[in-house]
């Protein structure tokens, strides 16, 4: 589907001058541009995504999401690339030295440390990739990455909004952060982070998640969890680690990651017992097995802390999932000629589309839909 303005390409009429054929011409061009910025601004609208046969794993169905177009994003750093490297660095928000950049205000503050706050430092030469859900462990308490952006090659410190997953600690358990690797918080976790902004449903559904995996364990399993309230020991803890093998584990998971990669996937639409959960695509195939360890256990997360039903999903009802792009849009934030970040909100769900605005081509880096139904 494309945009077009037909009377602004008719020939001029015998008797129009030079003059004004050439100011029609220029205003054709003009609203041509902002056709092809609209049409860019809602892909899902433009280019509908294909969704293939699910790959089924209990009462887990992933479904491949195929695009007609992708980009290269070997240029972003991954957060687990960065601190691996030492490139980049996270501490609470009073431990850093100096001026601290808000990514909202552009206003530099000074300030203790916060629940949801911590300071992120970029010292690397490539622009970094945040995902929404993305674990950071340490400091007084284990956060979670409440929004996609992108950081600047060489930018810091920048104020990084977050929300807390560990509600009974506020004591320093190391003094930097690091990630949790393969883990990224499950959909039901991320939701009130993305959708609500909600400290306190996060720190609900966290410890709603955390009951659910015990009831679901064996009792000896269940008596061998951690006693804590984080929800990242709980889930990187030897009796989950079992559970997770029942998905396939990472012999498993390396499999359906082969498996995508052959049918060329971007993304996945994620059900669980037979109902729509969550739905991740990305610029590429690269960047979407780059993040797919992560990915991987936080669908698997949900599907362990709910029943298993075995009822399975159409591929027809899979594929106008996330088809449906149809709601009020709104560009939330944007860090000029960085990243620009939208949110749709539609009849019963979210959607949160991350833009690389950096040189040479701006691309759709990342794209959540999930459910959701605004109180």
Same mark, same amino acid.
Request: with cysteine.
């Given at each position: 589907?494309?945009?077009?303005?037909?009377a602004?390409? $008719?020939?001029?009429?015998?008797?129009?001058?030079?003059? &004004?054929?050439? $100011?029609?011409?220029?205003?054709?061009?003009?609203? +041509?541009?902002?056709?092809?910025?609209?049409?860019?601004?809602?892909?899902?609208?433009?280019?509908?995504?294909?969704?293939?046969?699910?790959?089924?794993?209990?009462?887990?169905?992933?479904?491949?999401?195929?695009?007609?177009?992708?980009?290269?994003?070997?240029?972003? =750093?991954?957060?687990? #690339?960065?601190?691996?490297?030492?490139? *980049?660095?996270?501490?609470?928000?009073?431990?850093?030295?100096?001026?601290?950049?808000?990514?909202?205000?552009?206003?530099?503050?000074?300030?203790?440390?916060?629940?949801? &706050?911590?300071?992120?430092?970029?010292n690397?030469?490539?622009?970094?990739l =945040?995902?929404?859900?993305?674990?950071?462990?340490?400091?007084?308490?284990? &956060?979670?990455?409440?929004?996609?952006?992108?950081?600047?090659?060489?930018?810091?410190?920048?104020d990084?909004?977050?929300?807390? *997953? #560990?509600?009974?600690?506020?004591?320093?358990?190391?003094?930097?952060? +690091?990630?949790?690797?393969?883990q990224?918080?499950?959909?039901?976790?991320r939701?009130?982070?993305?959708?609500?902004?909600n400290?306190?449903?996060?720190?609900?559904?966290? +410890?709603?998640?955390?009951?659910?995996?015990?009831k679901?364990?064996?009792?000896?399993?269940?008596?061998?969890?951690?006693?804590?309230?984080?929800?990242?020991?709980?889930?990187?803890?030897?009796?989950v680690? $079992?559970?997770?093998?029942?998905?396939?584990?990472?012999?498993? #998971? /390396?499999?359906?990651?082969?498996?995508?990669?052959?049918?060329?996937?971007?993304?996945? *639409?994620?059900?669980?017992?037979? /109902?729509?959960?969550?739905?991740?695509?990305?610029?590429?195939?690269?960047?979407?097995?780059?993040?797919?360890?992560?990915?991987?256990?936080?669908?698997?997360?949900?599907?362990? %802390?709910?029943?298993?039903?075995?009822?399975?999903?159409?591929?027809?009802?899979?594929?106008?999932?996330?088809?449906?792009?149809?709601?009020g &849009?709104?560009?939330?934030?944007?860090?000029?000629?960085?990243?620009?970040?939208?949110?749709? %909100?539609?009849?019963?769900?979210?959607?949160? #589309?991350?833009?690389?605005?950096?040189?040479?081509?701006?691309? *759709?880096?990342?794209?959540?839909?999930?459910?959701?139904? $605004?109180?």
């Amino acid at each position: 589907m494309s945009l077009t303005f037909p009377a602004l390409h $008719r020939k001029p009429r015998p008797g129009v001058n030079g003059a &004004r054929a050439a $100011r029609l011409k220029l205003i054709s061009a003009l609203l +041509g541009t902002v056709a092809s910025s609209l049409a860019f601004a809602g892909p899902l609208e433009q280019h509908p995504f294909k969704v293939l046969s699910p790959i089924v794993r209990g009462n887990l169905a992933v479904f491949p999401v195929v695009a007609d177009r992708s980009y290269d994003a070997t240029q972003l =750093l991954t957060l687990d #690339e960065g601190i691996r490297s030492g490139q *980049v660095t996270v501490t609470e928000a009073g431990d850093e030295r100096g001026l601290v950049r808000r990514l909202d205000q552009r206003v530099p503050q000074r300030s203790g440390a916060e629940v949801n &706050r911590l300071v992120l430092s970029n010292n690397s030469d490539r622009p970094l990739l =945040l995902l929404a859900g993305e674990i950071v462990t340490g400091g007084k308490q284990d &956060r979670v990455i409440g929004a996609d952006r992108i950081v600047p090659p060489k930018s810091g410190p920048i104020d990084l909004g977050v929300f807390c *997953v #560990e509600p009974g600690r506020w004591v320093a358990s190391s003094s930097s952060f +690091g990630s949790m690797g393969v883990q990224m918080a499950q959909p039901s976790v991320r939701t009130p982070a993305m959708a609500e902004q909600n400290q306190s449903r996060v720190w609900e559904n966290v +410890g709603s998640s955390n009951a659910r995996m015990a009831k679901n364990l064996s009792p000896a399993d269940a008596a061998a969890l951690p006693s804590t309230t984080s929800y990242a020991k709980v889930f990187a803890s030897p009796p989950v680690a $079992r559970m997770v093998e029942q998905y396939g584990g990472v012999e498993g #998971e /390396q499999a359906l990651l082969r498996e995508l990669r052959s049918k060329g996937a971007v993304g996945v *639409v994620v059900a669980v017992d037979g /109902q729509v959960v969550w739905s991740d695509v990305f610029a590429s195939v690269d960047l979407l097995s780059r993040y797919w360890p992560k990915l991987f256990h936080s669908y698997v997360a949900e599907a362990m %802390t709910n029943g298993k039903s075995g009822s399975a999903l159409s591929l027809r009802d899979a594929e106008l999932y996330i088809n449906n792009l149809s709601g009020g &849009r709104e560009v939330v934030e944007t860090d000029p000629g960085v990243f620009r970040r939208t949110d749709v %909100t539609g009849d019963g769900f979210r959607v949160f #589309e991350l833009t690389s605005l950096l040189p040479k081509e701006g691309f *759709v880096v990342h794209i959540t839909k999930l459910k959701f139904q $605004r109180i």
